[in-house]
């Protein structure tokens, strides 16, 4: 009996889905940056067992991009608290972060804008088949392309048209995702991912000064590699080069890492290193 009434005051009421500057609500003003200008950032974090994964790795992204934009950012403290009144309980869920400049500014001109919202939401774990995981995915080549501003460069800011315009150019559900070139036909990333090739024993990961979101995951990856003695280079990836790799995988912080077994007219095997990387990402509680 005690258990039960310990389990359901931590678990937080159904309805609580989203937290508005630290208030149960779902509603932002029409005069928010965030909406009139995508003036803002977001993170999505995987939640297992009540604990937000790669909590220090997502804070310190939204920080990166709050001193790029020049955006307040708030205390850590704040994130915790709503982050534990949300998730608290659930064992599997998806918290997602979005932080704007808030309202205020005269047109785009930010300087007076402000106080930042902030609007964290507990979402439903989104229920990716393990054969994902197990037996890889299919890749395909988008059309649209990521256009280049290294000032952008891997913030995960709001501006999201380039990702939905390219994940809107296939519907065949037996396609998991498209991987995005940049103008000069380089390899960026995936849709909502980033991409890694396996050359030999090595790793290599598109650089991303010009375009292309420095996902939290592709940092614990790189981060794990290094542990396992795993060299992997950060550098400009050709197309070509995807095609004569030994392997080929996609991560972000909800799928953790799915090999890719085909690429348009390629296939690939899935070698050792990738279970071995998953295998490490999991006891580093970096992934479900
Ligand atoms: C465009 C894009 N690139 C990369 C990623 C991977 O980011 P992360 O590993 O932080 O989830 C995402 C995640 O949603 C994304 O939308």
């Given at each position: 009996?005690?258990?039960?009434?310990?389990?359901?005051?931590?678990?937080?009421?159904?309805?609580?889905?989203?937290?508005?500057?630290?208030?149960?609500?779902?509603?932002?003003?029409?005069?928010?940056?965030?909406?009139?200008?995508?003036?803002?950032?977001?993170e999505?974090?995987?939640?297992a067992?009540?604990?937000?994964?790669?909590?220090?790795?997502?804070?310190?992204?939204?920080?990166?991009?709050?001193?790029?934009?020049?955006?307040?950012?708030?205390?850590?403290?704040l994130?915790?608290?709503?982050?534990g009144?949300?998730?608290?309980?659930?064992e599997?869920?998806?918290?997602?972060?979005?932080?704007?400049?808030?309202?205020?500014?005269?047109?785009?001109?930010?300087?007076?804008?402000?106080?930042?919202?902030?609007?964290?939401?507990a979402?439903?774990w989104?229920?990716?088949?393990?054969?994902?995981?197990t037996?890889?995915?299919?890749?395909?080549?988008?059309?649209?392309?990521?256009?280049?501003?290294?000032?952008?460069?891997?913030?995960?800011?709001?501006?999201?048209?380039?990702?939905v315009?390219?994940?809107?150019?296939w519907t065949?559900d037996?396609?998991?995702?498209?991987?995005?070139?940049?103008?000069?036909?380089?390899?960026?990333?995936?849709?909502?991912?980033?991409?890694?090739?396996?050359?030999g024993?090595?790793?290599?990961?598109?650089r991303?000064?010009?375009?292309?979101?420095?996902?939290?995951?592709?940092?614990?990856?790189?981060?794990?590699?290094?542990?396992?003695?795993?060299?992997c280079?950060?550098?400009?990836?050709?197309?070509?080069?995807?095609?004569?790799?030994?392997?080929?995988?996609?991560t972000?912080?909800?799928?953790?890492?799915?090999?890719?077994?085909r690429?348009?007219?390629?296939?690939?095997?899935?070698?050792?290193?990738?279970?071995?990387?998953?295998?490490?990402?999991?006891?580093?509680?970096?992934?479900?």
């Amino acid at each position: 009996m005690t258990e039960v009434t310990a389990a359901s005051s931590r678990a937080p009421a159904p309805s609580l889905v989203y937290l508005v500057n630290g208030l149960p609500s779902n509603v932002i003003p029409v005069t928010d940056r965030g909406f009139q200008y995508a003036d803002g950032l977001f993170e999505t974090i995987a939640v297992a067992d009540g604990e937000p994964l790669l909590f220090d790795r997502h804070l310190e992204r939204l920080a990166r991009g709050c001193a790029k934009l020049g955006i307040t950012m708030p205390a850590r403290e704040l994130f915790e608290a709503e982050a534990g009144r949300l998730c608290g309980g659930r064992e599997r869920q998806v918290l997602k972060i979005t932080l704007t400049r808030g309202s205020g500014g005269r047109g785009y001109r930010p300087d007076g804008a402000g106080p930042p919202t902030r609007v964290l939401a507990a979402l439903p774990w989104p229920d990716y088949p393990e054969m994902h995981r197990t037996q890889g995915t299919t890749l395909r080549l988008c059309r649209t392309r990521l256009g280049s501003n290294p000032d952008l460069a891997g913030l995960k800011h709001l501006a999201r048209l380039e990702q939905v315009l390219a994940r809107g150019e296939w519907t065949d559900d037996a396609v998991q995702e498209g991987l995005m070139l940049d103008e000069e036909s380089q390899v960026i990333e995936g849709t909502m991912s980033n991409v890694f090739l396996i050359r030999g024993e090595a790793l290599v990961t598109p650089r991303l000064d010009r375009c292309g979101v420095a996902g939290v995951m592709r940092e614990a990856v790189i981060a794990c590699a290094e542990r396992m003695g795993v060299r992997c280079d950060e550098r400009p990836v050709a197309l070509d080069e995807l095609c004569s790799a030994d392997g080929l995988f996609v991560t972000n912080s909800l799928i953790g890492l799915w090999p890719v077994r085909r690429f348009e007219q390629h296939s690939y095997a899935i070698p050792p290193l990738i279970p071995a990387l998953l295998a490490r990402l999991r006891e580093a509680h970096a992934c479900v």
